[in-house]
C-alpha cells in the first residue's frame, strides 16, 4: 500500500505545527509543506526585535530549517514553493517551484495555512521606502534600508500592537517617529483608561501618535522623502514609512477551491479545523475562529493561535481525532517599559456583542505598598443579566502581562464575576498587592451588576 | 431598637476584613474588635521585610490605626484587649482589658478571628535569643536583638516560606544562616525537581540547609550562645535562633464554649463561615478551610484567605449571604532571587489524597528564546483516570510566581489537563516563549495519562 501523502500550503506557524503533529502521529504518513517564501518555521512574533537590533541576525529568529525538518521530522518542507491553485476533485495542488516551473502535486489530506496578507488600502503604499513588518522577508528589507539609507525621519501608519512595536523599534534606532491610526483607539479595542496609559508612554519616548487619522495617500518627493497625507489635509514628510494596518486571511486560493469562507473572508473551519471539504483543513491566519465568549466566529490572527489549531488540524488529517475550543482574545505587549494586556470584550466590544457590560476601573501597584512596586492599572468587564465575566485589560511596568492569563483562565471557564472574587491566587509582597487589583475589580464589578439591576 | 452588636476577636486579616464588611453592610451595627497585641491590621506578610530592614519602620506594615478605624469606618478596634472566654448562653465574651481588669461583653453576633499560635515543641524554644516570626511583636523582637547585640551567627528551624523569608532577612542583614527542615522537603511539599532550585538557591548564597534534621533541644550556652542539637546527635552553635516550624490554630477558647473543632485541631465552618453555634462565625488561621481540589477540609494558614473568609463572615454576621468557596492551596514566595510557587497538589498530596497522579517536568525561559530570559522550571500533576489537573509549581528568577494563577484559576474551574493545554494565554516574547511552559506541561501530562491507561 501507498503511505498516505499530506500536504500543507505555508509553512510557518499553523504550517509546521500542523506537519510536526501529523508526522509524530502518523510515521507513515509521507508529510511535505509547500511555503513560497525563504524560511520555515520562524518566530514572527519577534520581527520588531530584528528590526531594532536586539535580534542581532534574521537566522536567530528561525526556529528550525527545513533540513531541520526533513533529518529530525521526516517532514518536506520546501521553501520558494508556491501553491497556485487547489483541484479538490482531483486530490492536487498546482505548485510553482523554484525554477519557475509549474507542476501538479497530490495529495490524500490538504491542510491550508496560507497565512495573511498586508491589508493594502494606502494608496502609494509600493513606492520605495514604505515597508511592512509582517513577515521576516520584510523585517529584513526593512531593516536593511534602515542601516543602509539611516533615514532619520519615520512614519508608522497602524496603532495596533504590531504598528507600537515598529514605532518603538524604530525610536530605539534614533528615529523620530509619528505613527498615525486612523480609529479613536491604540490596539484596537483599549479601553480609554489603558488607551491613555499608552499614549503617554508613547509621548514620554517622543513618539508622536496621532489617533483619528486616516491616511489618504504616500508620495514620493523629489528628494527622495515620503509624504503622508493624513485626515483634514494634514501631512507629515518622513524618510521610511511602515504599514501595519493590519492582514486579511490569504483565502483566495481556497475560494477559488468552493471552499467555504465565513463572514469575516477568512475559511470557515468547524472545531476540528476541517473545512466543508471533505479531507482539508484549514488553521492559522487564513482562518476564522470560534469566540468563547462572543460564540460566534472571529478574525483574530495571532501566533499562539495559529501553532494551537496547526497541531489540531494536523492530528485531525493523520487520522487523529482532536478540537480547538477557540479563542478568548487574550493579546499581550510591551510598549516601551510599558506592559499592556487585554482577554475577551472590551466595553465597546461587549455593547457591540449584544451584552450588557458594565465596566469598572480600579488603580493599583505591582507589588505590597511597603515594598513600593510600580503603578499598575486594571479595567474588568462584566455582564449585567447574567454576572459574567466579559473581559479585562491591564497596563503597568510590572506585573500586568502575565496576570491576564488568570482572566484568560477564567473566560475559558466562563466564570462570573461572582465565582472570581474568590480565587485563590498566589500572594506575597514582591508580587502584588495583598488585594489582587484583578480580584478587586471584580468585587466592584460585582457591586456596579448589582447597584443597576 | 438597640443597634445588632457584632464582637470580633481578634484584629489582624480576618478580623478587619469581617468588621469593615460588616460595618459596610449595616452601618447601624455596632462593631467592636478585641485584639490582645498592640497593633490591628498589618501586613504579617511582610514581617521578614521588617526583619532584613528592605521596610525600616514597623509602622509602615501597620496598614490602619484603630483611630482610623474609629473615625473612617466607625469599627472600634480595641488593642490590649485579651479574650478570655465566650459564654454563648449568656452571649457574651469575659475580656482583660489593659488595666488588667475583666468584665464582660454583650454581643449579638460573634465572629472569632483568632489566628494561629506558635507551633511550640522544640524543647528550649522559649531561651533568651530564641524568636518566633508570627507577629508583628516577634519581629519587632528579633530586629531589636539583631540591632543591639548584633549576633553573628542565626540558625533558622523550620523549612516552610516563613523560615525561607527569615533566613534570607538574616542573610541579608550579614548574619551565617543555617536552616534546618525535619521533612525532606522544603516548603512542605515541593516536588524534588523544585526543591533542588531553591535548595540550590541557599547555597548560593551561603545559607547551609539541612533537611531530614528535627531539632531535639535548644541549649543555652555559659557564653551566651545557643546549642541548636538535630538530627543524630548533630549540633550547630548560633548566637540567635528563629523558630519557624509553623503555627497551630488558636482555637481552645471556641472549644472551651464547645464549638466544634475539625480533625485538623482548627474551628469548623460552613461555607458561610458559621460555626456549629448559631450567630457565631469563625474565619482566618484559626479555622480550617475547604480545600477544592481534595474536596476536604484542611488547615492551610494564609493571609489572603483569612481577608476572603473575613469579608464572608462579615457579610453574614451583618445580615448578609455570601459563601466562600475554599482554597486551592495557592502559595509564592521568593528565596533571594529565585520566585517559587505552588497550588494544587503535588504529586505526594495527590496520592495521599486518593487520586492517581501523574507528574511531569518541564524545563524553559521566561522569554522567547532569542531574548534570553531566566530559565523557569514547572512540574505538574494531573490524575490519571479523570484527566483532572491537580496541580503545578513553578520556579525561576522571571515569571514563576504570577504565572501560578493561570493553575489556581484552573483548579477553582475543576479543568482536565486536555482543557487546559487550549487555554488562550498571552505571548509577547518579552513574556515567555512561544508555547507557555505550563501548557507544554499540560500536553506532557495528557500523554502520560493515555500511555498509562
Not at 139 to 152: C, G, N, S, V
Not at 158 to 172: D, F, H, K, M, T
Not at 291 to 316: C, D, I
Request: glycine share 10%; net charge neutral; aromatic share 6%.
Amino acid at each position: 500500500v501507498r503511505a498516505e501523502r499530506l500536504v500543507i500550503i505555508g509553512g510557518v506557524a499553523a504550517g509546521m505545527s500542523a506537519a510536526s503533529r501529523a508526522r509524530r502521529l502518523n510515521p507513515q504518513m509521507e508529510v511535505v509543506v509547500l511555503e513560497k517564501g525563504d524560511y520555515v518555521s520562524y518566530g514572527a512574533c519577534g520581527l520588531a526585535y530584528f528590526v531594532s537590533g536586539v535580534v542581532p541576525q534574521a537566522e536567530d529568529l528561525v526556529i528550525y530549517t527545513p533540513e531541520y525538518f526533513r533529518d529530525q521530522r521526516g517532514i518536506y518542507a520546501l521553501t520558494c514553493h508556491e501553491a497556485l491553485e487547489i483541484l479538490p476533485a482531483k486530490k492536487q495542488v498546482l505548485v510553482r517551484r523554484p525554477d519557475g516551473e509549474t507542476a501538479p502535486t497530490d495529495y490524500d489530506k490538504l491542510i491550508i495555512t496560507a497565512g495573511g496578507a498586508p491589508d493594502v488600502e494606502v494608496p502609494g503604499a509600493d513606492a520605495p521606502g514604505v515597508f511592512r513588518c509582517n513577515s521576516l522577508a520584510d523585517a529584513i528589507a526593512l531593516r536593511a534600508f534602515l542601516e543602509e539609507r539611516k533615514p532619520k525621519r519615520a512614519v508608522v501608519i497602524g496603532g495596533g500592537y504590531i504598528g507600537l512595536e515598529a514605532a518603538e523599534a524604530l525610536r530605539r534606532r534614533g528615529l523620530e517617529v509619528s505613527l498615525l491610526e486612523r480609529s479613536a483607539t491604540l490596539m484596537e479595542d483599549l479601553e480609554p483608561e489603558i488607551g491613555q496609559w499608552v499614549e503617554e508612554r508613547l509621548r514620554a519616548h517622543e513618539v508622536s501618535a496621532h489617533l483619528n487619522s486616516t491616511v489618504s495617500a504616500i508620495d514620493p518627493a523629489a528628494d527622495g522623502s515620503l509624504v503622508v497625507s493624513y485626515g483634514q489635509r494634514q501631512t507629515l514628510t518622513a524618510d521610511v514609512a511602515v504599514v501595519a494596518t493590519g492582514i486579511v486571511p490569504r483565502a483566495e486560493l481556497a475560494a477559488r477551491a468552493e471552499i467555504e469562507l465565513g463572514a469575516s473572508g477568512a475559511i470557515r473551519t468547524d472545531d476540528r479545523q476541517q473545512t466543508n471539504l471533505p479531507g482539508i483543513y484549514a488553521a492559522g491566519d487564513c482562518t476564522e475562529t470560534f469566540h468563547r465568549v462572543t460564540g460566534g466566529a472571529v478574525y483574530f490572527p495571532l501566533g499562539t493561535t495559529a501553532n494551537k489549531q496547526g497541531r489540531v488540524a494536523g492530528e485531525n488529517a493523520a487520522g487523529g481525532n482532536a478540537s480547538f475550543p477557540g479563542i478568548v482574545g487574550t493579546l499581550v505587549t510591551k510598549v516601551f517599559e510599558l506592559e499592556v494586556a487585554k482577554s475577551g470584550l472590551s466595553w465597546a466590544g461587549a455593547r457591540a456583542a449584544g451584552f450588557q457590560p458594565e465596566v469598572v476601573k480600579v488603580d493599583s501597584r505591582s507589588r505590597a505598598r511597603y515594598l513600593k512596586g510600580k503603578p499598575l492599572r486594571c479595567t474588568l468587564v462584566a455582564d449585567r443579566p447574567s454576572g459574567r465575566l466579559l473581559g479585562a485589560q491591564l497596563a503597568g511596568e510590572e506585573g500586568a502581562a502575565r496576570r491576564i492569563d488568570v482572566v484568560a483562565t477564567a473566560l475559558a471557564a466562563q466564570m462570573t464575576v461572582a465565582d472570581f472574587v474568590h480565587l485563590d491566587l498566589g500572594y506575597a509582597p514582591p508580587f502584588g498587592p495583598v488585594y489582587d487589583p484583578l480580584l478587586v475589580a471584580a468585587w466592584q464589578a460585582l457591586k456596579a451588576i448589582g447597584r443597576r439591576r
